[in-house]
């Protein structure tokens, strides 16, 4: 790859969006040759954070995403998502208890601890009235025993 793949896309926050988004980004990231360790989870980590907009920021009622796919190499890619939801910075949230069996736990919290141990990195920022959660997925290049 020579230069630097980008995916550009407005949806609206509604389950069928979604999943066509996903299919979208899926045909991107194989026509791209972007690294299946790559891909793979970039895709889950967007539709864990867009079914979240759906849900959450907009409520089953629907609003406006704007997503931006960046792959400036086959082995990594950086994300941008902005909403117009309510504020929420998915960096601070409160870790859930692990320790705790699933009937003890309160509910929520593991998919976006889940998106936080997956991603590279992960920033967020409140501009104006709108969310912008960025995030970065790189395949890892250390060989074992270096």
């Not at 991107?28 to 907009?53: K, Q, R, S, Y």
Request: glycine share 10%; charged share 25%; aromatic share 6%.
């Amino acid at each position: 790859m020579s230069q630097t793949h980008r995916l550009q896309q407005k949806i609206d926050a509604h389950t069928e969006a979604v999943s066509t988004f996903l299919a979208q980004l899926e045909g991107w990231c194989d026509d791209a040759d972007i690294h299946p360790g790559v891909a793979g989870p970039v895709g889950l980590l967007m539709d864990e954070w867009l079914t979240n907009l759906v849900m959450h920021a907009y409520r089953g009622a629907g609003g406006l995403v704007e997503i931006e796919v960046e792959a400036p190499s086959p082995d990594r890619l950086e994300v941008l998502v902005r909403d117009w939801g309510p504020a929420f910075d998915p960096t601070h949230a409160r870790e859930p208890d692990l320790a705790l069996s699933i009937d003890e736990r309160e509910p929520g919290g593991l998919g976006i601890h889940f998106m936080r141990r997956m991603a590279t990195h992960m920033d967020y920022v409140r501009r104006g009235d709108a969310n912008e959660l960025r995030f970065g997925k790189a395949a890892a290049t250390a060989k074992l025993g270096d």
